[in-house]
């Protein structure tokens, strides 16, 4: 496993800061992956210096999306402070934030696939969802694709809005049935309202012949060889699309894929952070998100997803949904898994 990198923490002071000014310290609480203790010892200084200039680098931005960044750069206590605030451990009352500061560590490391990952829970329930994926591609073909190669032909091509290099922000409301998506705002560029923000909805093909469907790319918390079998007994004769992190989740909210299925290998726990600011895109886009035996995924019981049946089921709709828990009940006694 790679180690924490300075990103993951400056990510988490930058979050941490920004909330806990919008919304008073003192109503701010955060489930993260990376928590203060490794970056407070006596031979991390050099790391901290690291997490420290890049915390205040982005908080120099500030200013661009209408948010009041700091009077003075923050110091080592101040950052120290801010990614203490990454010490909730949920459950099932009182509102918290859960946040993946770089989700998909390997893709970002690969210049491919990854995302922050953003979710405010309420009492169990997740009630707002935000996905920034800078190197998600406008065109669903370029997924497949390389990130180096696809920087590569969008140099060689004439730039439009639908341009590699504009990444997106994917966000949605609980109850409001909508997702809307936004490109990355341009260094030279201010946030202005309206913004450019459109509306986006799971796609609507619910034949399995014509579906796709995302895994995740890394073989060691997936059986990509249970989700191949299932994937043909259903009928899924497209290419699985691997991606790394929760753009999965971004692609069935944009209607680039149909189906996510991810089932861990023994002794493997889901956390919360990995799923879900995905989980309420899906469904706010008309998706269906649950385990593998058709229940909710249940964020009300600490940074696990405790209870979890089987796996995760993400889909674009309830027919295709319905096709692939039976699938999983019919060969589920035969895997290994």
């Not at 420290?52 to 908080?59: E, I, Q, R």
């Not at 591609?137 to 290099?165: A, D, F, H, Q």
Request: hydrophobic share 40%; with cysteine.
């Amino acid at each position: 496993m790679l180690p924490p990198s300075p990103l993951n923490w400056s990510v988490q002071a930058t979050v941490s800061w920004v909330l806990a000014e919008c919304f008073g310290r003192e109503n701010v609480s955060i489930i993260a992956e990376e928590d203060v203790q490794e970056l407070s010892k006596a031979d991390a200084a050099g790391l901290l210096e690291v997490v420290v200039n890049t915390t205040n680098k982005c908080l120099a931005e500030a200013p661009r999306f209408g948010l009041i960044g700091p009077v003075t750069s923050l110091g080592t206590l101040e950052v120290l402070e801010a990614i203490s605030l990454c010490n909730s451990t949920g459950g099932p009352t009182g509102r918290f934030w859960v946040l993946d500061p770089v989700d998909g560590t390997l893709g970002f490391v690969r210049g491919d696939q990854y995302a922050v990952a953003l979710a405010l829970i309420e009492d169990g329930e997740v009630v707002l969802g935000v996905l920034g994926c800078p190197n998600y591609p406008m065109n669903k073909e370029w997924l497949s694709y390389p990130n180096g190669y696809c920087k590569i032909i969008s140099k060689l091509t004439i730039p439009t809005s639908e341009s590699w290099e504009r990444g997106c922000v994917i966000y949605a409301r609980n109850g409001s049935g909508k997702a809307w998506m936004q490109p990355l705002l341009p260094r030279d560029k201010k946030l202005v309202w309206p913004n450019s923000a459109r509306e986006v909805q799971v796609s609507s093909i619910d034949n399995p012949a014509l579906a796709t469907f995302c895994e995740p790319v890394e073989k060691a918390n997936s059986s990509h060889s249970f989700t191949a079998g299932l994937a043909h007994s259903v009928g899924l004769r497209n290419q699985p699309l691997r991606v790394y992190s929760m753009v999965k989740y971004a692609a069935i909210a944009r209607g680039h894929a149909e189906v996510f299925m991810k089932f861990a290998r023994a002794g493997y726990k889901e956390k919360i952070w990995d799923h879900a600011a995905g989980v309420i895109i899906i469904q706010e886009a008309g998706g269906v998100v649950t385990d593998a035996g058709g229940r909710p995924l249940d964020f009300s019981r600490g940074i696990y997803l405790e209870g979890l049946d089987r796996g995760v089921i993400a889909c674009a709709g309830a027919k295709l949904h319905e096709e692939i828990i039976g699938a999983v009940d019919a060969s589920w006694n035969s895997s290994n898994l």
